[in-house]
């Protein structure tokens, strides 16, 4: 395998976890635990498990010498098993009837989801849930340990679906009931509010690039019409307004040389309800919904311009075919997608043709 580094160098001129529970010992005697001997090891509070399987897991033993250290790496290899309430999950320890210690390791079991529902849920399907859930490995499904930790984190996931559909103002809530001793029913409590689109989105602090310019480059997140409204552009997805603000109008004004511009985070202000789409109040091109403004922070800096531009380490290709892909000279503005794209895209083919697989470049 060939491999070839080649390092070009531009000249720019610029223009104006819960914390361990702590081991309780309920006697006085059994504070002086040194060269003591564990005379019992236990698990108490465990219904499902049974106690030889977890006792796999404590190092401890009867006959060992005691270990303060020792027992609470025990307890914490029972806690990564997943299965216990962190909370209420500890370690006792008591004097023994020959003197030594019994360790007793008290245990919360998490039950077992039986049925999981959605109340309430209209926008978005029940399967695109589930699947957003297990895509995003929240652990929320039926015949899995309930962890609410866990469910906090499946209530983030369903609100950003929501918010996707345009409903960012929902609120989410958990209802627990307890079927058994073990297990419990799960239910989402969905209240999704109004729809949201946005109807304004407007620049603050570019000077040579004008609003309409920055706006024509989003393509995921667009300013409320007929065609945006059918395409569900006009809904507020933070997801895609930060991929189409960092990559789309960034890359656009790294185009026209300001390649020290920045995006600051957008300000969401709301504008109460008005009608959106067609004029007139037809079905489905026309509603009145909450609406929304979004105010985008810009700092496009200087305008760079090549100064002077050198090529480092090739001998396969020369540095004026090297240039040419580039296609920039001396004196031109610095359009960054375009060098970005002749070096990380156009070259590493052209290498590549040569069999230089790994190819790699710096600026």
């Keep these: 395998m060939r491999i070839r580094r080649i390092s070009l160098l531009f000249l720019l001129s610029a223009l104006c976890v819960a914390t361990a529970p702590s081991v309780l010992r309920p006697t006085a005697e059994a504070q002086n635990t040194q060269q003591r001997l564990v005379e019992s090891v236990d698990i108490q509070g465990n219904r499902r498990l049974r106690d030889e399987d977890l006792l796999y897991y404590i190092q401890t033993r009867p006959g060992d010498v005691f270990s303060t250290e020792q027992i609470q790496r025990d307890l914490q290899a029972l806690l990564a098993l997943n299965f216990f309430d962190k909370t209420f999950t500890r370690v006792l320890t008591e004097d023994g009837v020959r003197g030594g210690i019994n360790v007793i390791f008290e245990v ?18 029940e399967s695109d849930v589930l699947k957003a859930f297990r895509e995003n490995r929240v652990g929320i499904s039926k015949e899995v340990v309930y962890d609410p930790v866990k469910a906090r984190g499946a209530v983030r996931v369903l609100k950003e679906l929501l918010a996707s559909k345009g409903k960012p103002n929902a609120t989410v809530e958990i209802e627990e009931e307890a079927v058994s001793a073990t297990s419990v029913a799960i239910t989402f409590k969905v209240e999704e509010g109004s729809k949201v689109r946005i109807i304004e989105i407007e620049f603050e602090g ?99 311009r090549i100064g002077d531009l050198k090529i480092e380490g090739n ?37 590549g043709t040569q069999g230089f697989i790994q190819y790699t470049a710096d600026i």
């Design 315 to 351: 001998s396969i290709f020369s540095e004026l075919q090297i240039q040419a892909v580039i296609g920039l000279k001396k004196g031109d503005i610095a359009d960054g997608t375009k060098i970005g794209t002749a070096i990380y895209e156009t070259l590493k083919k052209l290498y």
């Design 108 to 125: 919360k079991e998490l039950p077992i989801i039986r049925d999981l529902q959605f109340e309430g849920l209209k926008s978005v399907q």
């Design 206 to 304: 570019n000077k040579d690039i004008s609003d309409k310019a920055l706006r024509n480059q989003l393509l995921l997140v667009k300013e409320s019409g007929l065609i945006s409204r059918f395409k569900g552009q006009d809904i507020l997805d933070q997801r895609k307004l930060e991929y189409d603000l960092q990559k789309n109008v960034r890359d656009y004004i790294r185009s026209k040389g300001y390649l020290q511009a920045r995006i600051g985070e957008p300000r969401i202000v709301g504008l109460g309800r008005k009608r959106t789409g067609f004029f007139l109040p037809l079905p489905l091109i026309s509603s009145v919904d909450d609406v929304l403004k979004v105010i985008v922070p810009v700092t496009e800096g200087k305008i760079f």
